[in-house]
């Protein structure tokens, strides 16, 4: 199966505009988180959509948002970016695992967004 | 909520000695612990996971310990090689519709 893939893989933005991150998903996986890691930081969890609907969400500004679509593919975007939103982006997907278990999650290779 | 807290931050060990890195977790309904390995430049890749109906899982130089109890588990590689050396991320989840909660990640340094 072909890995999860994001695009794009590199991005500077000017402060102040907006910026939408594609993440495709390991075929057959319905569930798609989203990550931000800044240099030397761990991961921040973003948000997490499952079957078009978000089902857990982290503790970011109402400027980041996401969705996905009907074939698992998820956007996040992030409105009026400030200086500090630079970061790696990371996407991971899921799919079917043990009832009632937590699935493991498979990551993208990342989006690394620079704000000037 | 949950809280998973991980340590040491920063592990240094000699070539072909032993490494521990130990999270603790906070809810007692957690039952999926996984282990991330992220080289530098590169995404973060499964390397062992334990769910909370075994003590203990191996995988050649890796293994996983948990201890329900005391609501810790631990990673622990052996025989350290140079491609040893990279950022290790624990986390814990309850299963089903629950996130995964991370440690903050330990950087393990293998000196030649």
């Known amino acids: 199966k072909a890995g999860v893939t994001q695009t794009p893989r590199y991005l500077i933005k000017t402060r102040g505009q907006q910026v939408t991150l594609s993440c495709s998903p390991i075929?057959?996986?319905?569930?798609v988180s989203w990550y931000q890691q800044t240099p030397g930081q761990g991961l921040q969890f973003l948000f997490e959509y499952f079957s078009e609907t978000q089902r857990n969400k982290g503790n970011f500004p109402g400027r980041f948002s996401g969705r996905q679509f009907s074939n698992s593919r998820s956007e996040m975007n992030v409105s009026t970016l400030e200086l500090g939103d630079s970061a790696l982006y990371l996407c991971?997907?899921?799919?079917?695992?043990?009832?009632?278990?937590?699935?493991?999650?498979?990551f993208g290779p990342g989006t690394r967004l620079t704000v000037t | 909520g949950e809280n998973v807290e991980q340590h040491p931050s920063t592990l240094s060990v000699q070539e072909g000695d032993s490494a521990v890195i130990k999270c603790t977790y906070s809810d007692s309904a957690s039952n999926y612990f996984p282990w991330y390995k992220q080289e530098l430049g590169k995404r973060p890749q499964l390397i062992i996971d334990i769910r909370s109906n075994v003590g203990e899982k191996k995988d050649q130089r890796i293994a996983v310990t948990l201890n329900k109890t005391a609501k810790h588990f631990s990673l622990h590689i052996t025989e350290t090689q140079p491609e040893d050396s990279a950022v290790y991320f624990c986390?814990?989840?309850?299963?089903?519709?629950?996130?995964?909660?991370w440690g903050a990640g330990t950087k393990l340094i293998i000196k030649p």
């Open positions: 986390a814990a989840s309850m299963g089903g519709n629950y996130q995964l909660i």
């Open positions: 075929s057959g996986h319905r569930s």
């Open positions: 991971a997907s899921s799919g079917p695992g043990l009832a009632g278990g937590a699935n493991e999650q498979y």
